[in-house]
């Protein structure tokens, strides 16, 4: 696998918003997976319920991995693809499994039997962004993948040794 191309973006701001936007969105949600925090049930308690509507562990844990770490990758644009490639099928298994008998929208409210799925398009919509653009400006991405050819008076200077 080649990683510059995994890495490689654009000066691409936008890139840059959907990233941060996604990653800031998701790092609660994962967090409250992982960690117990924003009123979470943390690893244990989240992996007994997934496991409870019929979630494997293996299945449950990856999706915790990529909202939380997931979510650090997006904020800091590392892996920025990766991480938004992993949010998308987390989306995708939410709304076939919990959300899509509730409908389009979400529960605003209060009189629908649980939330609908308009959020989870939207989640979607910005990772696949980051799929397709890459991570962006200021992404720890573009700082890895950038070419680092040496500055025109150095090369002068190595021609001349």
Partial sequence: MEWKKILKTDNDWAATVARVALGLVFFPH????????FGGYGLEGTL???NSIGIPTIVGALVIGAE???ALGLITGLLGRVAAAGIIPVMMGAVLLTHLPNGFFMNWAGTQAGEGYEFH?????LALV????GSGA???DRWLSRD??????IRELARAA
């Fill in 30 to 37: 994962g967090a409250q997976k992982a960690l117990g925090w």
């Fill in 48 to 50: 007994g319920y997934f």
């Fill in 68 to 70: 939380f770490f997931g």
């Fill in 121 to 125: 398009v939207l989640a979607v919509a």
């Fill in 130 to 133: 980051v799929v397709l653009k």
């Fill in 138 to 140: 200021a992404s720890l």
């Fill in 148 to 153: 680092t050819q040496p500055a025109p008076a």
